[in-house]
């Protein structure tokens, strides 16, 4: 099957890739919307266009197709020899008959789940590596620039980020961990829900460190500190963030066990939300997924 049967984009950086994009939730469009596409947590959709506003046109078989915002996920690079196993929905084949044996789809949405991780991996080790050379063929001066561009940039988006963290542990992890009742208890004999508060504590407690190390930089920097003091009064900070994304790795893999334990309690989160909501502009789902989406802010501004 061609690839322009599937993806029209001309955005793809690696050739014979198409860019699929994992949903880390569900969407269902409202009735007003005549262009979203709805998918459930979980789909594979297929990148077309990008707009820089964060829409992004996709689609999730051959005939449905439509916008989606990139908050709901992330992107990898598929090779298209891999294409029949990781999106079947766009293959005319046996094996994407609705009458296929379980132990076979099982079978292949485990192959199906390595072939993701491993596409993916192998997408970020080239990004890392076309980030290193475009940042070593640099001059001095531009090098100077582009570092503190991207320190002011982390800065900023640490600040906002933090913010909600901030928002969402007083409103709804505090409370809960601190009170003695039968909703604590039900939530916290869970596993994956504690050890998700527990990480999410440490998280924010770990981004007020890094972010005070990148504002005092903004301040230095404001002064004329001499740059090599700069630089050496930074590394802690830089250090501080390797420890800080394993948190974000223990966070990332205990996600989706604890998604489904909050979806299990539906009823008692909803009467005790109800009774203490949570505050706006975002829900209980956005605010979980706060570090994913920081994820991705690392990832844009460290692979420049």
Same mark, same amino acid.
């Given at each position: ?16 890739h ?15 919307? !005549? ?7 979980? @789909? ?22 439509g ?14 020899? @891999? ?23 099982? !079978? ?71 009170q ?31 972010l ?27 250090t501080?963030?390797?420890?800080h ?7 990332m ?23 203490f909501?949570?505050?706006e ?7 979980? !997924? ?15």
């Amino acid at each position: 099957m061609p690839n322009s049967y599937i993806t029209e984009s001309s955005l793809n950086t690696y050739p014979n890739h198409v860019e699929i994009f994992v949903t880390f939730q569900s969407y269902t469009p409202p009735s007003s919307s !005549t262009n979203e596409l709805a998918f459930s947590k979980g @789909d594979l959709l297929v990148v077309i266009k990008k707009d820089s506003s964060g829409w992004i046109l996709g689609k999730s078989s051959p005939t449905s197709v439509g916008y989606f915002s990139k908050n709901f996920g992330r992107s990898y690079y598929c090779n298209e020899t @891999d294409l029949t196993t990781v999106i079947p929905q766009f293959f005319n084949s046996p094996n994407n008959s609705p009458n296929r044996p379980q132990r076979q789809t099982q !079978t292949l949405n485990k192959q199906k789940s390595m072939l993701t991780q491993k596409t993916f991996a192998e997408a970020e080790a080239h990004d890392r590596k076309l980030a290193k050379d475009r940042f070593s063929s640099l001059d001095d001066k531009s090098r100077n620039d582009r570092f503190t561009n991207c320190v002011f940039d982390l800065a900023r988006s640490e600040n906002a980020y933090l913010s909600n963290l901030i928002i969402f542990s007083n409103a709804f992890i505090n409370p809960i961990m601190k009170q003695d009742s039968d909703f604590k208890r039900q939530m916290l004999e869970d596993p994956a829900i504690a050890t998700l508060m527990e990480l999410f504590i440490c998280i924010q407690k770990q981004n007020s460190s890094i972010l005070s190390g990148l504002n005092q930089f903004k301040v230095d920097f404001g002064e004329h500190v001499d740059r090599s003091i700069l630089l050496n009064n930074l590394q802690s900070t830089f250090t501080d963030y390797s420890q800080h994304l394993l948190f974000y790795a223990q966070y990332m893999a205990t996600f989706s066990e604890a998604v489904s334990s909050f979806d299990k309690r539906a009823r008692k989160l909803a009467a005790y939300l109800k009774k203490f909501p949570i505050p706006e502009p975002l829900n209980l789902e956005q605010y979980l !997924t706060l570090p994913q989406a920081q994820l991705e802010v690392y990832e844009e501004i460290f692979m420049r």
